[in-house]
């Protein structure tokens, strides 16, 4: 007899699991960018001897991290969905969260053809923001704050 047991969204677990990996996520991009910041100012072999890895995986990763956008100047993130990450790992604060949010500035949100569809990319747009709160890593009453603020 097979028994499915769902913990809730709210949990106690399943909010460590969330912070957990959002923290996870937000030190891979913090660590590629630092990464391609020394490889501006350092040889590969150096870096290499810091991190204890041949030169080859410093290329490699040197590869990986130029793909990582760097963060928009005066914000801590590339992007508002980064921001909210950053809100649910727990590094920065609910009034950090909603003063990067309000003060970000966003693209314009791409249209919507005949059958619904949005045409082109969300990124950077205040959908971002809207599926944070979908994915768990900001609440409502953040969201709320952020509309209010950006309406004034």
Not at 98 to 113: F, Q
Not at 146 to 151: E, H, W
Request: hydrophobic share 40%; net charge negative; with cysteine.
């Amino acid at each position: 007899m097979n028994q499915v047991i769902e913990s809730p969204r709210g949990s106690d677990l399943a909010a460590q699991l969330l912070r957990a990996r959002e923290l996870s996520e937000v030190a891979t991009l913090d660590y590629k960018r630092l990464l391609k910041a020394a490889g501006e100012q350092m040889t590969q072999t150096q870096i290499a001897s810091i991190l204890r890895v041949s030169q080859p995986a410093i290329a490699t990763a040197l590869k990986r991290a130029a793909k990582v956008p760097n963060a928009v100047e005066d914000f801590k993130a590339a992007s508002p969905h980064e921001v909210c990450q950053r809100y649910a790992a727990g590094l920065i604060s609910r009034d950090e969260v909603i003063r990067e949010l309000v003060a970000w500035p966003y693209k314009s949100k791409p249209k919507v053809n005949e059958f619904g569809e949005l045409e082109g990319t969300t990124e950077g747009t205040f959908v971002e923001v809207q599926n944070a709160v979908s994915f768990g890593l900001i609440d409502y009453d953040i969201y709320e704050e952020v509309l209010d603020q950006r309406a004034d």
